[in-house]
């Protein structure tokens, strides 16, 4: 199993860009999330899905929109980016209900933005 | 709202033990959990408290008290790939699906 898989790993974008950061899960979970870290900073939640065809805004869901796709895949979209949104992005899934309430995280992409 | 507090940084020795304390201020939640990250990798689960009182994981442990407001990480015999920064977060009520919140996290230096 791969887990949690994110693309790109890099990207520079300029200011008003656009750009969609892919997600994808191979562990059967129900739940997705996307977060943000800054520098020094713990994460932040930014959207999630409980389940397919739903999603819920986090802590900082303003610039961002988000598309569960299917139960594998949750995807994050830029409409015009702004250096603010400068950051690592994480991606994460569990299993839902879920005791333990672990979370499993990709690798994270690292943007950009000038 | 919620917002856990966490010591920036901690130096320990290899070999040594080192406690990680975290304390919240927080409305109500299911659990307390613990995350490790390695510069800048993808966050690690390791340890989650539902309850109060010590769950122990090899030679990690951790512990809450929901009275106090605080829980802490405890790592044993400690080892050089164990500096990383370590973040607490708490599991809030999110309606369909548990919320993480996370604290800033504390990094750990290992010195020989």
């Known amino acids: 199993n791969a887990g949690v898989t994110q693309t790109p790993k890099f990207q520079v974008l300029k200011t008003g860009q656009s750009m969609t950061l892919q997600c994808a899960q191979d562990m059967n979970h129900n739940s997705m999330y996307w977060y943000r870290q800054d520098p020094g900073m713990g994460l932040r939640l930014i959207y999630y899905s409980a389940s397919e065809g739903t999603t819920d805004k986090g802590e900082v869901p303003n610039g961002y929109n988000v598309s569960r796709l299917n139960k594998r895949e949750f995807s994050l979209r830029l409409e015009s980016a702004a250096p603010s949104q400068t950051s690592v992005y994480f991606c994460?899934?569990?299993?839902?209900?879920?005791?333990?309430?672990?979370?499993?995280f990709g690798p994270g992409t690292r943007l950009t933005v000038l | 709202g919620q917002s856990l507090e966490q010591p920036s940084e901690v130096t320990a020795v290899e070999g040594a033990i080192v406690q990680i304390n975290c304390t919240y201020q927080?409305?109500?939640?299911?659990?307390l959990s613990w995350y490790q990250q390695h510069d800048g990798g993808a966050p690690t689960f390791l340890s989650y408290n539902a309850l109060d009182g010590l769950e122990e994981t090899g030679r990690f442990s951790s512990f809450l008290s929901r009275s106090d407001s605080y829980g802490y990480l405890l790592l044993q015999e400690l080892q050089m790939k164990d500096s990383a920064s370590y973040f607490c977060?708490?599991?809030?009520?999110?309606?369909?699906?548990?919320?993480?919140?996370f604290g800033t996290g504390t990094l750990l230096a290992v010195q020989p």
């Open positions: 927080t409305s109500g939640f299911y659990g």
């Open positions: 994460a899934s569990s299993e839902e209900p879920a005791d333990s309430d672990t979370q499993y």
């Open positions: 977060a708490v599991t809030g009520y999110g309606g369909a699906t548990n919320k993480l919140i």
